[in-house]
């Protein structure tokens, strides 16, 4: 899997692009701005955004969503946030940001397995951050979203935030067995095992 960071809008939240060598679709990972940057970083690969897989429904993951999926690309969001791809709680209007809604095509489980672009990702349910906030795995690769950082975690004091969940869904991805690639959804990427070690919030 090749993996490209965008880091988009003015949180700077990553935005991956994914792709399998010698293919033309991509899955985006994020997609929470700056559409015209994602897009000109796709073109210059001859890729096209397939599927956008949402960590979470946050407007600095989601702002371009209903860009790409304008172009037909699927969204796809757990179930539990599905209800602030309309309405965000004011969130952005609170940090001056203007909320974009979009529509949600594959409403997910945790355990759900996903097909696209040649890659598979398995979901992982990690509450806490909000309530349906997930991570995808993919070979041993984590997209970690807002729940585990380099160093840091999530914070819970949003709406549907809770800290004892964010606590257990590290707990479900420290038991994952072996080491993982983590790649979050602001900051450096990491790894499991240091993080199992080193965060101070763990
Ligand atoms: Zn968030
Ligand atoms: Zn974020």
Excluded: W
């Amino acid at each position: 899997m090749i993996i490209t960071r965008l880091a988009v809008g003015f949180l700077g939240t990553n935005c991956y692009i994914l792709n399998m060598p010698y293919r033309n679709d991509a899955v985006l990972i994020d997609p929470g701005d700056n559409y015209t940057k994602i897009k000109a970083m796709l073109d210059s690969k001859g890729l096209t955004a397939k599927a956008l897989l949402l960590t979470h429904a946050h407007f600095d993951h989601t702002n371009a969503v209903a860009q790409f999926a304008r172009d037909g690309a699927k969204v796809y969001l757990h179930h539990l946030d599905v209800h602030m791809s309309r309405n965000d709680f004011g969130i952005s209007g609170s940090m001056g940001v203007r909320f974009c809604p979009f529509d949600v095509d594959v409403v997910l489980n945790d355990g759900d397995l996903i097909n696209e672009c040649g890659m598979t990702f398995k979901v992982m349910h990690t509450p806490g951050h909000t309530a349906g906030g997930v991570c995808y795995l993919s070979e041993r690769i984590i997209f970690s979203g807002d729940t585990l950082f380099f160093m840091s975690v999530g914070r819970t004091d949003l709406p549907t935030g809770n800290g004892r969940d964010l606590f257990n869904s590290l707990k479900k991805l420290f038991a994952l067995d072996g080491d993982y690639d983590v790649y979050p959804g602001h900051g450096d990427k990491t790894t499991l095992f240091f993080e199992k070690n080193n965060n101070p919030y763990v």
